[in-house]
């Protein structure tokens, strides 16, 4: 028996009644050792034991349902498709780029009016959103103009609601990427809204949950962001939908990390590592990186903090995401500055501080231009503040930001001026950068003159 | 535009459908417990919602599953004075090991599939050993039979089923 096989009728009745075998002690010596006859007894026995499952015996029904899709659904199926493809027909030339987008007549020629042109709206902007992102806000600001148009009975309640939610959804998202915190809830809210009137709506709910919680988290509302992280990556783990529960835990380390909680930031941070490289989505992969990077350098991790923001600029680089490259180029900076190799440190700080204000990101500009002025006067460099905060505020009032923006850079040149720039001070006008994106009409207030002492 | 137009979605319905069925009734009727017609209607309704929107859907198929078990649970809720929660309703596709979890659904829909196959003597015994757990003796006093008839009997059964099960793993894989 050692040097054959035992035979099927032999595992059979050593599975089922080992006892009836005259030759049982022999059986199991071969099982001891052919590995073969071991896995073909594992597997019969593994097979066998599903007999007994309640769930093997109640799927016997589902044998006799058909396995084809029913013609209604194929229809339905096929109607969409047919939709898609008109819309994205009619799209194409108009999403050539953003002067052609915006001479159009989409938002009043009803031939757009369909749930079609808004998934292609939807999809259009999630594509550019990075790239072209106030071209990408004329794209969703025509979806939700088109979504609110639909009516029954070219659609059910459920496909406009969709639609609605959809278009808010996005709008939503590219909003909170202009810095627009305020217009970017109220959107998202909206997106909620709509979708509580579908149905399955859980993993809408989920991604709305994910950019609900990225709006409120820039706006400093840190408590209650927090649980829409943690409530939206649970979500997206259930749907398997790793991408987004990546995002998820980015927006979860980034919550920590703000609020200075840099160990559990580098944990959150370090479990999206794997995931993330696997996954290899270049632009996500860039975000965990430049995330750790951010906690490591936080954690005086500072070589491997460097190794991380530098994965995170030949990623950006490489997918031509400007203002995530700058950002992370500011932490580079700040993580020269902080290792000693001052010169170089403020070079970046300087080229940061260009590419936002060329880009039109103004809060960024004013928090890298405070970063900056810090350090100068850190070494006493005071003429120097003076004409950044000079050069600053003209930038800004040409920007038509007198009474914001530049009237800060110009509060901060004063009290420069009158060797009064205290830490205190800077918080000040750091607050009110960070406030500016949230509120683009915000004016700057000076703080109460004992402040400034 | 972009790359990939939103009409084209990366399986074709029709072969994620025949994919996804067995195993979105399995999750509806078999794990939760939803009377079949009304699982029928959630499945569908999944993949209605599906081909509205698949263009924001990484992994169709976890995606799907995860509807039907969350509208499964909903029903549950809904009809509480109808139908019991199962033991193990709540957040079934968290389980870190669902990828196991699947081939287990898989392996159960093809043998379930493999004792309708059977005719039906085969089948009621099997039925009352593995399901109802009656032992042979109380088989055997049932059917007016010996024990060694039935224990007879549930080799040759088991062996069948082993065989119709692989014909119908083989032809599908």
């Known amino acids: 028996m050692k040097r054959g096989h035992l035979d099927h009728e032999t595992i059979a009745v050593y599975i089922n009644e080992p006892e009836a075998l005259e030759n049982l002690e022999a059986v199991e010596e071969h099982l001891r050792e052919c590995v073969a006859c071991g896995e073909i007894v594992a597997s019969v026995q593994a097979l066998e034991a599903q007999f007994d499952h309640p769930e093997t015996w109640a799927s016997q029904r589902l044998a006799e349902l058909p396995q084809r899709p029913p013609q209604h659904l194929v229809e339905h199926a096929e109607r969409l498709r047919v939709e898609n493809a008109l819309a ?20 009043t020629d009803r031939r757009y009016y369909t749930a079609g042109v808004v998934r292609c709206l939807v999809h259009a902007a999630e594509e550019i959103r990075d790239r072209q992102l106030r071209f990408a806000l004329h794209v969703t600001a025509a979806a939700v103009i088109i979504a609110e148009q639909l009516t029954p009975p070219a659609y059910g309640l459920d496909d406009i609601h969709t639609a609605i939610g959809q278009a808010w959804r996005e709008h939503a998202n590219v909003l909170r990427f202009t810095g627009d915190y305020r217009a ?4 998202i809210d909206r997106a909620r809204d709509a979708f509580q009137l579908t149905n399955l709506n859980t993993f809408d709910l989920a991604r709305v949950a994910l950019v609900r919680g990225t709006v409120l988290w820039k706006m400093e509302r840190f408590g209650e962001a927090l649980p829409l992280a943690e409530e939206s990556a649970a979500g997206f783990l259930e749907f398997n939908d790793t991408e987004r529960w990546i995002h998820a835990g980015l927006l979860k380390g980034g919550i920590l990390f703000d609020t200075q909680r840099y160990e559990e930031a580098v944990t959150v941070f370090q479990k999206l590592l794997v995931p993330a490289e696997t996954l290899d989505i270049g632009p996500t992969l860039g975000l965990v ?9 936080e954690v005086e991790e ?14 950006y680089d490489h997918f031509g ?4 490259r700058t950002r992370t180029a500011w932490s580079l900076a700040r993580l020269a500055i902080r290792q000693g190799h001052r010169a170089n440190g403020m070079l970046r700080l300087r080229a940061a501080l260009d590419m936002f204000l060329a880009h039109g ?6 928090l890298v231009a405070l970063y900056l002025a810090e350090e100068l006067l850190r070494e006493g460099r005071i003429t120097e503040v003076l004409k950044l905060c000079e050069d600053l505020g003209d930038r800004f009032t040409a920007a038509g930001l007198e009474t914001r923006a530049a009237a800060a850079v110009r509060f901060m040149q ?10 205190k001070v800077f918080e000040h006008a750091r607050r009110y950068f960070r406030r500016l994106s949230e509120q683009p009409e915000l004016p700057f207030i000076e703080p109460p003159a004992d402040d400034e002492a | 535009m972009p790359d990939q137009p939103a009409s084209t979605p990366a399986e074709p319905f029709e072969t994620l459908y025949e994919r996804m069925i067995s195993i979105l009734r399995f999750v509806s009727h078999v794990r939760f417990g939803v009377p079949l017609a009304d699982a029928e209607d959630i499945v569908h309704g999944a993949f209605v919602k599906y081909i509205r929107d698949y263009s924001g859907v990484r992994d169709p198929g976890s995606w799907l599953v995860t509807v039907v078990a969350n509208a499964s649970r909903n029903y549950l809720r809904d009809n509480r004075k109808e139908t019991a929660l199962p033991f193990n309703a709540e957040r079934i596709w968290a389980d870190p090991n669902a990828s196991r979890l699947a081939d287990v659904i898989a392996t159960r829909l093809a043998l379930g599939a493999a004792f309708r196959k059977l005719d039906a003597g085969c089948r009621e015994v ?7 757990g009656e032992s042979t003796e109380a088989i055997a006093h049932a059917l007016g039979t010996t024990s060694g008839y039935v224990q007879l009997r549930l080799h040759l059964c088991r062996k069948r089923v082993r065989a119709i099960y692989l014909d119908l793993t083989r032809v599908r894989s």
């Open chain 1, 88 to 107: 994205e027909y009619l799209l194409r030339p108009l999403l050539k780029n953003e002067e052609t987008f915006q001479h159009s007549s989409i938002a």
């Open chain 1, 414 to 423: 004063i009290a420069t001026s009158r060797g009064v720039a205290t830490p």
């Open chain 1, 184 to 187: 970017a809830l109220h959107a």
């Open chain 1, 321 to 324: 995401m400007v203002l995530e």
């Open chain 2, 126 to 132: 099997l039925n009352r050993f593995h399901e109802r």
């Open chain 1, 302 to 315: 500072v070589v491997r903090a460097a190794e991380f923001f530098q994965k995170a600029l030949a990623l």
């Open chain 1, 289 to 297: 990186y430049n995330g750790l990077g951010a906690a490591l350098q």
């Open chain 1, 361 to 366: 990101s103004m809060s960024d500009a004013g």
